[in-house]
């Protein structure tokens, strides 16, 4: 039961554009969103987050957006530069609120930026 | 500031054999959890330990044990391995805040191939 979504596998944009990543989530439990950045032979690096109080964080090029009653967050990164190119991880956790403390993955976006 | 290690950083095995993992977490992080990663998938979380107990599982056999040191460092244990065992083992660390865990830090993960 994948509980966190990402339905789309890949995602191609001109450097300076904005890209836009979709993540969708079942379960209303979930309180904190995170993306993670990983590339290949690395760990997921952690990028930015959002706890479900607020519906919008920024981190330089980077915002998250979040959406509770669509159960849907969305990560931007404006612009994007060739360096982004990347498998973007959404997770969901309910931070101890019935569903324990592990972070739920959805199954990446691979960004390519083209230069 | 070390961030989150792993060793070793591959490892190929024979079915029915058993493997150990080690983590050392980022300095300051209490709490370790360990998770899967298959090509193609998100990480798949394992289990998380705190204070040396494992505090949370996920939906994986017994045959996947762990194991947290003093230090807060930490083995995964895998025994009678299976074909479908080999995958990016990903470690990741945070602290706990006494509700739940803050942001999760990952290492590079450990490549087990079964053969």
């Given at each position: ?6 339905n ?15 993540c ?6 979930f309180d904190?969103f995170?993306?993670y950045?990983?590339y ?6 952690f990028?930015?987050s959002?706890?479900?109080i607020?519906?919008k964080?920024e981190?330089?090029?980077?915002t ?6 669509a159960k849907?967050?969305?990560?931007h ?12 991880f959404?997770?969901?956790s309910?931070?101890?609120r019935g ?9 990446g ?6 230069p | 500031d070390?961030g989150?290690?792993?060793?070793p950083?591959?490892l190929?095995?024979?079915?029915g054999q058993?493997?150990t ?5 980022k300095s300051?992080h209490?709490?370790?959890?360990w998770?899967q990663?298959?090509l193609?998938?998100g990480?798949?979380?394992i289990?998380?330990?705190y204070?040396?107990?494992e ?9 996947f044990?762990?194991?947290q ?12 391995l ?9 470690c990741?660390?945070?602290f ?11 290492g590079?993960?450990?490549r087990l191939?079964v053969?």
């Amino acid at each position: 039961d994948q509980q966190v979504k990402q339905n789309s596998p890949s995602l191609s944009v001109q450097e300076g554009r904005i890209s836009i990543l979709n993540c969708d989530y079942t379960n209303s439990m979930f309180d904190y969103f995170l993306w993670y950045k990983k590339y290949p032979a690395e760990g997921p690096t952690f990028l930015i987050s959002i706890s479900s109080i607020k519906d919008k964080n920024e981190d330089g090029r980077f915002t998250v957006f979040l959406n509770k009653s669509a159960k849907h967050l969305s990560l931007h990164i404006v612009p994007s530069q060739p360096g982004d190119s990347a498998v973007y991880f959404c997770a969901a956790s309910g931070r101890g609120r019935g569903t324990g403390n592990q972070f739920y993955f959805g199954t990446g976006t691979s960004l390519t930026v083209i230069p | 500031d070390a961030g989150v290690t792993q060793s070793p950083t591959h490892l190929i095995k024979t079915r029915g054999q058993q493997v150990t993992l080690r983590c050392s977490p980022k300095s300051g992080h209490d709490t370790v959890s360990w998770y899967q990663q298959a090509l193609g998938q998100g990480p798949q979380f394992i289990f998380q330990y705190y204070e040396e107990e494992e505090r949370q599982r996920g939906n994986f056999p017994d045959r996947f044990s762990g194991h947290q040191f003093p230090n807060y460092s930490s083995e995964l244990n895998v025994n009678a391995l299976l074909l479908g065992d080999s995958a990016l083992y990903l470690c990741a660390s945070s602290f706990w805040t006494g509700e739940s865990t803050d942001t999760q830090y990952f290492g590079p993960g450990t490549r087990l191939t079964v053969l």
